[in-house]
């Protein structure tokens, strides 16, 4: 099934599978609506369109909430199966034979196909309101937390170029409305919009859509390298191109079938201080210097519904972003590091705090090697913490996990502190922005590295399993705790308190 063209045809795909419901009770942007969509998404539960929030645009959330709705946002059965589609391409190969080059052709044509296209008008500006017109406070922005400085824009796509190569760049970058027509713009240092703005000479024009088809608000948070157009992503994990038409008040192409434009400029040295702010990390970050957005045009479908996400403590729904972006980008990391078979980004980890990678480990040094790599691999350079295990284990079974760092660890041996680059928003590194970094080794090591010849693994022969299978009954134990039934078990159960 193709991915929904627009956020309205996004909104009717998850009301026809159960996935939406409408709240038409008055309820206020000002902490109420956070309150009731985090008791939402912690209980899995579905997407919410706010039809009265105290607004005359209704406010929809919590549309990438769970992983059956991520997938449906895709159109695919499973979030590995956008990765395989990526690396399809990634690994083309020259191909050989007439079936092959056939096949080749399409996967070329998936990417030619993946261009925005320029189209004359949109229902984006079906309202312009230039000047004076604009007024923010006409949207139901959320205060998020208790001890936010004020409204925070919290689910945005910013659109800028790059100065030099004229290349764009789409990011999702918060924005503080500080009065009618101006708000902060929350880029990070390690951001590509951010990079735009510090090569502009005075001014760098920005366009914000807000309510796009799934895909696109997608994209918007993908880290991809600078030079890759986010759109062309979104395009291509679509099957079709996104359709961009001209701003009015800039010179900057905007999606056509936005519910919301935003368009303006930031002056190059104009700061102002932005937050604080409830964030992903489940703390407060503090106010920090951040440029002015003025918005110079609000362009809008004259119905317009207002997207919005509240980030916090995780999980939050913004899990499922990050999610997608972990399964989408693991073929892009492999072809850096083929060795890698999986990687885990925990939720609880807010991404970039942990990363478990499960590698095929072939010579002494290898699992040092591939935290090295890690930390020098685009915004995954960041992750604080990087634990190794190898192949065999399944890097998403956090108890599995757990168990082989207490196996097979060391301390001594194989703990690697480094440092490097953290995140902006991390608060615990003693600088902002630089600190420690912990590798942990939990991979089986042997002579060759110095040890003890390695002891083998309890496994149970093959034999004697098919006797107990077939013999199950026999027992009158009730229903068999099958290789599928073990993980759902009382012992299994036991272990998790
Ligand atoms: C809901 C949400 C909010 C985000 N807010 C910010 C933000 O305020 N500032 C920021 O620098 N990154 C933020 N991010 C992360 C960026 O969107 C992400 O790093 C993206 O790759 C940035 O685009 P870029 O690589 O083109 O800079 C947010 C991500 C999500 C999912
Ligand atoms: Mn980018």
């Known amino acids: ?12 795909l998850l009301e026809r599978e159960g996935e939406l419901v409408r709240v038409s009770a008055e ?22 369109l706010f039809e009265n929030p105290k607004s005359s645009h209704p406010l929809l959330i919590n549309q990438f909430g769970t992983e059956r709705r991520m997938c449906l946002a895709f159109g695919v059965d499973s979030l590995d199966d956008l990765g395989r589609r990526l ?11 007439l079936a092959e080059k056939v096949r080749g052709l399409k996967k070329l044509k998936s990417i030619a196909d993946s261009q925005p296209k320029s189209i004359r008008g949109g229902p984006v500006q079906e309202l312009v309101l230039t000047g004076d ?25 910013v659109i ?5 190569s004229g290349g764009r760049n789409v990011g999702m970058y918060r924005l503080q409305v500080l009065d009618e027509r101006t708000t902060a713009m929350h880029w990070q240092i390690h951001k590509d919009g951010r990079a735009d703005y510090l090569l502009a000479d005075g001014r760098l024009e920005v366009a914000v859509a807000l309510g796009l088809d799934p895909v696109t608000t997608y994209a918007a948070s993908a880290p991809l390298p600078k030079h890759v157009d986010e759109l062309m992503l979104a395009g291509f994990l679509r099957g079709e191109p996104v359709e961009l038409v001209r701003g009015k008040t800039v010179d900057l192409e905007v999606p056509a079938n936005a519910e919301i434009v935003l368009e303006g400029y930031l002056a190059r040295d104009e700061l102002t201080e932005e937050g604080p702010f409830g964030d992903h990390t489940g703390y407060y970050t503090p106010p920090e210097p951040f440029p002015v957005f003025h918005v110079t045009a609000m362009t809008m479908r004259r119905d317009a519904i207002y997207p919005s996400i509240v980030v916090g403590k995780p999980p ?16 892009a990391v492999r072809m850096s590091v083929p060795e890698i078979v999986d990687y885990d980004l925990p939720v609880a980890g807010a991404f970039h705090n942990c ?17 090295h790599a890690i930390w020098g691999l685009g915004m995954l350079s960041l992750t604080k913490a990087v634990v190794v295990v190898d192949e065999w284990v399944d890097v998403h079974d956090y108890e599995e996990v757990f168990f082989r760092v207490g ?3 060391d301390p001594k041996r194989d703990v690697m502190i480094s440092e490097g680059p953290l995140d902006h928003l991390d608060h615990a590194p003693t600088m902002q922005f630089y600190g420690g970094k912990l590798g942990i080794d939990a991979t089986h090591k042997g002579p060759e590295e110095g040890t003890r010849p390695w002891p083998p693994e309890i496994e149970m022969s093959d034999e004697i399993r098919r006797r107990v299978d077939e013999r199950w009954d026999e027992y009158g134990l009730g229903e068999p705790a099958g290789a599928d039934g073990r993980r759902e078990g009382a012992l299994r159960q036991l272990l998790r308190r």
């Open 1 to 12: 099934m193709a991915p929904p063209g627009d956020l309205r045809d996004w909104i009717a």
């Open 133 to 157: 017109e604009v007024d923010l406070r006409r949207l139901p922005v959320q205060t998020c937390w208790p001890g936010d400085a004020g409204l925070f824009i919290t689910l945005p796509a």
């Open 316 to 331: 939050q729904e913004d899990a499922w972003l990050g999610k997608a972006t972990e399964r989408i980008f693991l073929p």
């Open 27 to 48: 309820v206020d942007p000002n902490l109420e609506i956070t309150e009731i969509v985090d008791r939402t998404v912690k209980a899995g539960g579905p997407a919410l």
């Open 160 to 164: 800028t170029t790059d100065p030099r």
């Open 355 to 371: 990363c478990i990678v499960s590698i095929r480990k072939a010579f002494p040094g290898h699992a040092q090697k591939v935290m």
């Open 407 to 409: 196996a097979n660890v």
């Open 87 to 97: 690396g399809d391409v990634l690994e083309m190969q020259p191909p050989q034979g």
